[in-house]
């Protein structure tokens, strides 16, 4: 099954919607962090929500970024995303140790820690990005999310995340949604949201079971008629070329290359994202320190 994002509205428009599967761009971000379990359901829930925000963003060229840092064993987890919603992430230690709440499930908020912040930063090609943090609430992220909405955003919003990974290692489901209600919504529509929310099944039971995004809303939305707005499919992508990376030495500045190419005479660069490693040579640099130069 593709990974596919939606979104939506009531169709009063009181209420708006965004949901997704993202099982195999998950599994894929597992493969090239080699992520332990708990590091796969942290990294996997910021790249579900990261989709999910990046399309609510206007312009081809506006960028998401989040970070998530509560000062626990798994260190900084960052997504960037962009307006169709493929994202890229990494985690700082991806080798965290696992370890579990005594319902079962993974303890993501143990692995997070609970004394850092979130952050967003929406570089929406203006002078200065938006930026928007708040304290660490839970480290679970769906949690931190919830608050970060209303609180920077002030939208009232329930945010559902999941990931469930299998005891081989692998993620065999993951997915989220974001519902934010309106200030044109009545009483009774807030109290049936609520009452849906109290008794919705997890997420990753929800996309185990094979529930697609669309069936995961009605799950949600039970009473309420909706309409999906728009429909795509997302996936991780990392966006890193040479020329990116060039340039990225060339900023480095004349006396950093000068340094490299006289003790090392070569460099290896690789990306964060997707581990791709770039390797230039003595002539390389020494071409690149030309550019620095100018």
Same mark, same amino acid.
């Given at each position: 099954?593709?990974?596919?994002?939606?979104?939506?509205?009531?169709?009063?428009?009181?209420?708006?919607?965004?949901?997704?599967? *993202?099982?195999?761009? &998950?599994?894929?971000?597992?493969?090239?962090?080699?992520?332990?379990? =708990?590091? !796969?359901?942290?990294?996997?829930r910021?790249?579900?929500?990261?989709?999910?925000?990046?399309?609510?963003?206007?312009?081809?060229?506006?960028?998401?970024?989040?970070?998530?840092?509560?000062k626990g064993p798994a260190g900084s987890v960052v997504v960037v995303?962009?307006?169709?919603?493929?994202?890229?992430?990494?985690i700082h230690n991806p080798h965290v140790e696992t370890t579990f709440k005594p319902s079962g499930k993974l303890d993501v908020g143990a692995a997070i820690g609970y004394e850092g912040s979130l952050?967003?930063?929406?570089?929406?090609?203006?002078?200065e990005p938006y930026v928007g943090q708040i304290p660490i609430v839970s480290g679970e992220i769906a949690d931190d999310f919830t608050v970060y909405f209303?609180?920077?955003?002030? *939208?009232?919003?329930? &945010?559902?995340?999941?990931?469930?990974?299998?005891?081989?290692?692998? =993620?065999? !489901?993951a997915g989220g949604f974001i519902i934010q209600v309106m200030p044109e919504a009545i009483e009774d529509t807030v109290a049936l949201l609520e009452h849906n929310l109290a008794y919705l099944r997890p997420?990753?039971?929800?996309?185990?079971?094979?529930?697609t995004a669309e069936e995961m809303i009605g799950e949600v939305l039970k009473g309420i008629s909706f309409n999906v707005l728009?429909?795509?499919e997302i996936g991780y992508v990392c966006n890193c070329h040479r020329d990116r990376i060039e340039k990225v030495l060339i900023?480095?500045?004349?006396?950093?290359?000068?340094?490299?190419?006289?003790?090392?005479?070569k460099a290896e660069i690789s990306c964060h994202f997707c581990n791709n490693k770039f390797h230039f040579n003595k002539e390389e640099l020494t071409a690149l320190l030309k550019e620095a130069k100018k």
């Open positions: 099954m593709k990974d596919i994002l939606i979104r939506g509205a009531s169709e009063d428009g009181a209420v708006r919607f965004f949901a997704c599967t *993202t099982t195999n761009l &998950v599994e894929e971000a597992r493969k090239i962090h080699d992520c332990y379990p =708990v590091a !796969a359901a942290a990294l996997g910021m790249l579900s929500i990261g989709s999910m925000m990046g399309t609510m963003l206007k312009s081809d060229q506006d960028i998401l970024t989040l970070q998530i840092n509560g995303s962009d307006n169709s919603s493929n994202v890229r992430g990494y952050t967003v930063i929406k570089d929406l090609g203006l002078k209303a609180n920077s955003e002030q *939208t009232p919003s329930s &945010v559902g995340l999941g990931v469930l990974v299998e005891p081989e290692g692998n =993620v065999s !489901a997420i990753s039971d929800m996309v185990s079971s094979g529930l728009e429909k795509k900023s480095l500045g004349e006396a950093e290359l000068v340094d490299i190419i006289e003790e090392d005479e």
